[in-house]
């Protein structure tokens, strides 16, 4: 008998990669943490091997289950869009989404094409922005949606699409003396990771100097692997030209949310994009 995948197993097991937790999982696609782990388990059979790890803390996915991740990206939106294609829609319109500099490329490579393929005389305008603007944005409905970036909060909001763990970085030759400030690279205001590092370290009483102030993350990341300043980021964006550094302040984990206006009406249109950033966005 050939292999079937399950849609509704798929879209669990997405829902607990992308949350690392299988109650936030759960809350997200409406089941219980019970009926999650037997979605699991019913693909783990199907696989033909274990996709996660699990702790008391969270999970991570194991090298069958990364492949798995990766390759049905495509299949689930695919699925969505052709469910939509035989209820006879065509939607018009126009949407504008909000990203932080960081995630941009990933998102207009990797999640834009696909939409504007699916929904052609849909108009989707995107800006970049630092987190907090991006919120004000959304608040006062100068954005249909948004992603961005915030400390974690206790209790999960179904619009989180995941939890992050930011790490300090600098060039693998870059030497940190105590008694020398700390030569940053900041994130321009208003950036969570800015006021991160900044309070982090007058907390702990570590004097620092700014190198580079920048909106840019290219210039940042180029700064960084240059040796000429440390700079906050996500653990999964630390690159070949990067190193973690330990022995400054630890930074709590802060989670990525997808947000749309209170006020506004919930659009068709906004609906299905706001389904793509869910099923396809990765840091």
């Not at 006062?140 to 763990?165: C, E, N």
């Amino acid at each position: 008998m050939s292999t079937v995948f399950d849609i509704e197993l798929l879209r669990t097991f997405h829902a607990v990669a992308r949350l690392g937790r299988f109650r936030a999982a759960a809350e997200h696609v409406n089941k219980s943490p019970a009926a999650v782990s037997l979605h699991i388990q019913r693909l783990e059979a199907i696989a033909g091997g274990r996709l996660l790890e699990r702790d008391n803390q969270s999970v991570t996915l194991t090298v069958l289950g990364r492949r798995l991740l990766s390759s049905t990206d495509a299949l689930l939106a695919e699925h969505d869009r052709v469910v939509e294609e035989i209820k006879g829609k065509r939607l018009t319109g126009r949407v504008v989404l909000g990203i932080p500099d960081e995630y941009a490329a990933h998102v207009i490579r990797d999640i834009v094409p696909g939409f504007a393929a699916s929904w052609p005389d849909v108009i989707l305008e995107v800006k970049t922005a630092p987190s907090y603007k991006l919120r004000d944005q959304v608040a006062r409905g100068r954005l249909d949606i948004a992603i961005y970036v915030q400390p974690a909060h206790r209790s999960r909001s179904p619009d989180v699409l995941m939890l992050t763990t930011p790490v300090w970085v600098g060039s693998p030759t870059l030497r940190l003396d105590d008694s020398c400030p700390v030569p940053l690279a900041l994130y321009a205001e208003p950036c969570p990771y800015r006021a991160a590092m900044t309070s982090a370290l007058e907390a702990a009483a570590r004097k620092w100097k700014v190198v580079l102030d920048s909106g840019s993350t290219h210039v940042i990341k180029a700064c960084v692997e240059s040796g000429l300043a440390v700079t906050l980021i996500d653990r999964a964006r630390v690159t070949a030209g990067m190193r973690v550094i330990d022995g400054l302040p630890l930074i709590a984990e802060h989670e990525v949310v997808l947000t749309r206006p209170n006020t506004r009406r919930a659009s068709e249109i906004t609906d299905l994009l706001a389904a793509a950033l869910r099923q396809q966005f990765r840091l």
